[in-house]
């Protein structure tokens, strides 16, 4: 009789439990990712797919991938829709989450008016927003679809690398992205957003002085915490913020 089986070690009662609820968890996220993918071939519409979740999308820590905590994406996306008019057209540069956030905002509240959303973002798993996604990578800020340029009075960005090289090509796509490049306290300016570490403040103001971003107060937070200060830039103040 062969008892090589009776010699495998065997893992304790409750690690098979941990296991069986972590693989289940991922079968859920699998599954709701597929629908998602389903809903974005049939030309879904962003204002009825649900209450979304970034859970569905597990963060690369090697691509430099941290998401926001809900209530950080919600407080940035409710300020990309202060005052938002019919032509408003906002665009989230790395920062899906407040992608995310402003789909679950306008899927709520029928009475704000409907801006058209674009996310530039490197990770193709997004691709799951159908016509909202364009393919970005700020190693080449310039490669994008020359319908873009001009297009959005609204913008928010979030560097991938803490470094001078990433926030300046991140800047060019912004300038390529912008309607105006004029202050938000001017008829038709720019309202503009970039949360990035506490040490790129000089590099940030520097590339946008001319917009009239400034340091403010509001200190964005990451669901599974961040190591490095992070901070918010913008050119205006508002409600959740004030300049320092």
Same mark, same amino acid.
């Given at each position: 009789?062969?008892?090589?089986?009776?010699?495998?070690?065997?893992?304790?009662?409750?690690?098979?439990?941990?296991?069986?609820?972590?693989?289940?968890?991922?079968?859920?996220?699998?599954?709701?990712?597929?629908?998602?993918?389903?809903?974005?071939?049939?030309?879904?519409?962003?204002?009825?797919?649900?209450?979304?979740?970034?859970?569905?999308?597990?963060?690369?820590?090697?691509?430099?991938?941290?998401?926001?905590?809900?209530?950080?994406?919600?407080?940035?996306?409710?300020?990309?829709?202060?005052?938002?008019?019919?032509?408003?057209?906002?665009?989230?540069?790395?920062?899906?989450?407040?992608?995310?956030?402003? +789909?679950?905002?306008?899927?709520? /509240? @029928?009475?704000? &008016?409907?801006?058209? #959303?674009?996310? *530039?973002?490197?990770?193709? +798993?997004?691709?799951?927003?159908? /016509? @909202?996604?364009? &393919?970005?990578?700020? #190693?080449?800020? *310039?490669?994008?679809?020359?319908?873009?340029?001009?297009?959005? /009075?609204?913008?928010?960005?979030?560097?991938?690398?803490?470094?001078?090289?990433?926030?300046?090509?991140?800047?060019?796509?912004?300038?390529?992205?912008?309607?105006?490049?004029?202050?938000?306290?001017?008829?038709?300016?720019?309202?503009?957003?970039?949360?990035?570490?506490?040490?790129?403040?000089?590099?940030?103001?520097?590339?946008?002085?001319?917009?009239?971003?400034?340091?403010?107060?509001?200190?964005?937070?990451?669901?599974?915490?961040?190591?490095?200060?992070?901070?918010?830039?913008?050119?205006?103040?508002?409600?959740?913020?004030?300049?320092?």
């Amino acid at each position: 009789m062969d008892d090589d089986d009776d010699d495998m070690p065997s893992l304790p009662a409750d690690t098979l439990s941990l296991l069986d609820d972590f693989a289940a968890e991922k079968n859920a996220r699998a599954k709701r990712f597929e629908e998602l993918k389903l809903q974005a071939e049939s030309n879904f519409d962003a204002t009825n797919g649900g209450t979304l979740s970034m859970d569905l999308f597990g963060e690369d820590w090697n691509a430099s991938q941290f998401w926001y905590t809900d209530e950080t994406a919600r407080t940035l996306a409710k300020q990309l829709l202060q005052d938002v008019t019919a032509s408003s057209c906002i665009a989230v540069v790395s920062a899906p989450s407040v992608y995310i956030a402003l +789909r679950n905002i306008l899927s709520e /509240d @029928d009475s704000i &008016l409907k801006p058209r #959303l674009c996310l *530039l973002e490197y990770d193709k +798993r997004f691709e799951v927003f159908g /016509d @909202d996604f364009v &393919l970005y990578d700020f #190693l080449n800020p *310039l490669r994008l679809p020359a319908k873009l340029k001009g297009t959005f /009075d609204r913008i928010i960005c979030d560097p991938p690398f803490l470094s001078e090289d990433c926030q300046t090509k991140t800047a060019l796509t912004v300038r390529f992205l912008a309607r105006s490049w004029s202050s938000v306290r001017e008829p038709d300016g720019l309202r503009l957003i970039s949360c990035t570490g506490e040490r790129m403040e000089a590099v940030i103001v520097k590339l946008y002085a001319k917009v009239g971003v400034k340091t403010t107060t509001f200190e964005p937070a990451h669901s599974k915490g961040l190591s490095n200060e992070f901070w918010c830039y913008a050119n205006f103040e508002c409600g959740d913020w004030e300049w320092r």
